[in-house]
Structure formats: C-alpha cells, structure tokens
Nanobody, 121 residues
Framework: QVQLVESGGGLVQPGGSLRLSCAAS????????MGWYRQAPGKQRELVAT???????NYADSVRGRLTISRDNAKTTVYLQMNSLKPEDTAVYYC???????????????WGQGTQVTVSS
C-alpha cells in the first residue's frame, strides 16, 4: 500500500507564492522519480516539473524560472515552490511518483489526490 499525500494548495493573488508538499509512504522499496502535474478545468493533465532519484529536474516551459521542484534528504517528500504565480497557473496539482514496492519486480505510477491552487485577485 502506497500513499502520496499532498498539502499546501490554496488561494493566492497574482504575483504571490505557494509551496506544495507531497509525502510518499508505505511499503516502498525505491523511488526513481517524483513530480507534479496539473489539470485546469476543461484541459488535459499536463506536466509541471519532475525530479529523478539522481536529482535531475525537468520543467514545463510555462513554469521554468518561476516554479522550483526539490525533495528532502530521504527522497520521499517532494516540494514545489511556486513564485510569481499567474492566473493561468490555476489548476488542481497532482503529485506523481514512479516507484517500486516491496516484493514487486516492476515500477508503477502512483498519484496523489490533488490539491487546488487558485491564483486570483
């Protein structure tokens, strides 16, 4: 059983900041990557940022320079620092982890429940 628990969403004014957190727990053997995706109303889910077990990061062009992904030393919690937020950043943000559970030979995708971020004046 694996859980990804997100926190930190909310309402913020344009130009403001928020920090999202996602903690992975359960019978986890290894995590190869974690990331954040978002889905705005009427749109498909899209990649925001990812970080691999080796520390390599990848960002969507629309957020590069404003949003920063990082993780804790245990590599089971991932953060998304969001600065200079714009109304178009409004979406439900989902945490994703590609991991292997104890006793499994393969990695699988796991998703959090999502946290709402609303950027509005």
């Amino acid at each position: 059983q694996v859980q990804l628990v997100e926190s930190g969403g909310g309402l913020v004014q344009p130009g403001g900041s928020l920090r999202l957190s996602c903690a992975a727990s359960g019978s986890i053997l290894s995590i190869s990557a974690m990331g954040w995706y978002r889905q705005a109303p009427g749109k498909q889910r899209e990649l925001v940022a990812t970080i691999t077990s080796g520390g390599s990061t990848n960002y969507a062009d629309s957020v590069r320079g404003r949003l920063t992904i990082s993780r804790d030393n245990a590599k089971t919690t991932v953060y998304l620092q969001m600065n200079s937020l714009k109304p178009e950043d409004t979406a439900v943000y989902y945490c994703n982890a590609i991991l292997r559970v104890t006793g499994s030979r393969y990695e699988h995708d796991y998703w959090g429940q999502g946290t709402q971020v609303t950027v509005s004046s």
